[in-house]
């Protein structure tokens, strides 16, 4: 994927120029981008084996900032669109959520409804993935928003 337009690849070009530098301060500590980098590509693989491709728009239900940015460019990687998982947008059928990422069994749902656990971080050090990102530049990080 060679896409100037995706944020992801540009996230992704930033962890191999300055892999040491700090992406996020969490409350547990920091995550380097070469770290962020590998928990990108780890939750592309497994969003990927989902079923998440550029047809799918994905719910993401999950409380924690760090994970959700993950997963939105996870997204971009995949070439699909997402919305935040707020009760609006799961009963709103026209947004057409066709796969759901939430933490924990308690988090509504819609479409193919996945948990993300510690299994979705990377167990050893993922080498370089070919994901399609998006169709075109007018395709591009579409957010759906619904207020009801």
Not at 19 to 44: C, I, N, V, W
Not at 59 to 70: E, F, G, K, M, W
Not at 100 to 111: I, K, L, P, Q, S
Not at 130 to 135: C, K, L, V
């Amino acid at each position: 994927m060679t896409q100037d337009f995706n944020l992801a690849e540009i996230i992704l070009e930033t962890a191999d120029r300055y892999p040491q530098r700090t992406a996020f301060r969490l409350p547990d500590g920091e995550l380097s981008y070469a770290q962020f980098k590998q928990m990108l590509y780890s939750h592309a693989q497994r969003m990927r084996e989902l079923g998440v491709d550029r047809d799918a728009r994905v719910c993401i239900a999950v409380a924690s900032p760090a994970s959700q940015a993950c997963i939105a460019l996870a997204c971009s990687l995949l070439g699909c669109s997402f919305v935040s998982g707020t009760k609006s947008a799961l009963g709103n059928k026209t947004i057409g959520v066709t796969h759901t990422v939430r933490a924990g069994g308690d988090a509504a749902g819609a479409g193919k409804v996945s948990s993300i656990d510690r299994s979705w971080l990377p167990r050893q050090t993922i080498g370089a993935m070919d994901f399609p990102g998006f169709a075109s530049p007018e395709s591009i990080c579409f957010i759906a928003q619904s207020s009801g």
